[in-house]
């Protein structure tokens, strides 16, 4: 049974959004709760899901036939239940009103005070924000953006369904009026001590990130973190800023930024591989800053040393010569080797929340001679999309929006990423599970032992069919988290989870189990 509800006019933060339809769907008899943003790609996903979706604002021949005049904006909340009941839906809307209306129990109010719905009403309430968080629909982010702008505040544009004309146009003018234009399309940021999106809690410190990469950004800072050292900045750009077209305005402006500021003595740039034209400027920019300098473009590969800069081949890479340019000597190690274990031979398959972590991963395994193939790979003879059923080595990057129709981020959610790990453990050709658990503001509060349940039911069930089954996995994150990494990974190890010391190291140990089985 399914029903929809809609409530024009009223715009929630998709972030929270997801996370109320995750609550939702842990009542009785409720299947699949969905609560977004009127868009067409809402809209779209809800037909995908089986919903009838009343009249939309979009005639297109691909939206189903509509059952009533009403008509869907993007700025409306849509509210989607599947449930077994009558009963079940009704419990679940009135669960939704509750969550909808904050701490304070009304609408529009926190318990902290009002909740203002304009950008001018935010600032007359704290005139003293710089940065605005923009999370609307992509047909209105950047009109709220070039609003923040003008008014002279730094953005960090979480939304995405952004075109590039409006990103160059919006970085062009944001670097014209000394501010910051973090996205479109930017999790994770940390300004001054603050940690933005989804972002660790790290020591202030020394070293300076601009970053075109989300989970690069909080690998590299937890690793920083836990090697003793501390983030000046963390500099989000968005995923696009190193292509061709926007040619990495964020990131050179994020370069110069951090070249000006005397908290921070080394700069470290992370970013998926770049067309080598950008990233030629992207090292010029650094090259001219003056300041020792790391680069890690996921799956470019490592150049020779240039003028202080160094260049890394993976993450954790990045941050140790990071670390070592600011003078600081390593408190922990990472480069473990993989411990003892019995001959483990049969098909890798990963399963991972972070793309840059898949990304990173399915780099590492490429480069040791696998033939893996992912939806994040960068050979194309090896791209695979979701729903594809390949053979031999496999790496998923559950966040892709094939995954998330109706759900929410597993890195908010990670129940996606555990049901395949469970449903792999049946594959009798599956010898090793490959995986990520990412903490931090915005992650899911206790993602380690969602994963231990899996891993270790995975497990007994690869046991009872005589077999046996590495997990493998790495924590991003610190102990000053709220999920507290050391915690995470006791609780993984106990259920038999292999914990690596960083997400490079973890594929490493799988190849070094590959190559113990062939001897």
Not at 66 to 72: A, D, N
Not at 377 to 396: F, T
Not at 426 to 442: E, F, K, M, Q, S
Request: hydrophobic fraction near 45%; charge should be negative; charged fraction near 25%.
């Amino acid at each position: 049974m399914k029903r929809i509800l809609i409530e024009p006019n009223r715009y929630f933060d998709s972030v929270f959004l997801m996370r109320i339809s995750h609550e939702l769907e842990r009542l009785p008899e409720v299947g699949q709760a969905i609560v977004a943003m009127g868009t067409r790609a809402t809209l779209e996903n809800l037909e995908k899901a089986g919903f009838v979706i009343p009249q939309a604002n979009d005639s297109s021949e691909s939206l189903a036939a509509r059952e009533s005049s009403q008509t869907i904006h993007a700025n409306d909340l849509v509210i989607a239940i599947g449930a077994a009941s009558d009963d079940a839906i009704d419990a679940a809307n009135e669960r939704l009103r509750l969550l909808l209306a904050g701490p304070s129990g009304e609408e529009g109010g926190t318990a902290d005070g009002p909740r203002p719905t304009t950008i001018s009403e935010a600032i007359r309430i704290d005139p003293d924000a710089d940065l605005a968080l923009i999370s609307v629909p992509g047909a209105y982010a950047a009109r709220e953006a070039r609003r923040a702008l003008r008014r002279g505040l730094h953005v960090m544009l979480f939304s995405d369904n952004v075109s590039v004309e409006d990103e160059i146009a919006l970085k062009k003018e944001a670097i014209e009026r000394g501010l910051l234009l973090m996205g479109p399309d930017c999790g994770t940021a940390i300004l001054n001590g603050v940690p933005l999106g989804f972002a660790n809690i790290v020591r202030r410190g020394r070293i300076g990130i601009v970053g075109a990469s989300g989970t690069g950004i909080q690998e590299i800072s937890s690793l920083v973190h836990r090697l003793g050292g501390g983030i000046s900045q963390a500099i989000g750009t968005g995923g696009r800023d190193l292509s061709r077209d926007v040619e990495a305005r964020m990131t050179r402006f994020g370069i110069e930024a951090l070249a000006s500021d005397p908290e921070t003595d080394v700069i470290v740039v992370v970013s998926k591989a770049p067309e080598p034209a950008v990233a030629d400027r992207v090292v010029a920019a650094l090259r001219a800053a003056g300041k020792p300098a790391v680069v890690h473009f996921v799956t470019a590969g490592a150049r020779k040393a240039d003028d202080g800069i160094s260049f890394a081949r993976t993450l954790a890479e990045a941050a140790v010569l990071g670390c070592a340019a600011a003078g600081i000597r390593p408190e922990v190690p990472l480069a473990e080797t993989l411990p003892a274990q019995e001959s483990v031979s049969g098909r890798v398959i990963g399963l991972f929340c972070g793309g840059t972590l898949a990304q990173e991963a399915w780099d590492v395994l490429h480069r040791a001679g696998l033939e893996v193939r992912s939806n994040v790979a960068a050979e194309p003879a090896l791209k695979i999309r979701p729903g594809d059923e390949a053979a031999g080595h496999v790496v998923w990057d559950l966040g892709d929006d094939a995954f998330t129709v109706g759900k929410p981020h597993p890195m908010i959610a990670p129940s996606l990423r555990d049901g395949k790990v469970v449903r792999y453990a049946n594959a009798p050709a599956v010898g090793i599970v490959l995986t990520d658990c990412v903490l931090g503001h915005g992650a899911h509060p206790d993602p380690g032992g969602s994963l231990a349940d899996a891993a270790k039911r995975a497990i007994e069930l690869a046991g009872k069919d005589g077999r046996d089954l590495l997990v493998i996995a790495s924590v991003t994150g610190t102990d000053e988290d709220p999920q507290k990494r050391s915690q995470q990974v006791a609780t993984l190890t106990e259920a038999g989870v292999l914990v690596a010391p960083s997400n490079a190291a973890a594929a490493g140990w799988v190849v070094d189990a590959l190559k113990e089985s062939d001897e």
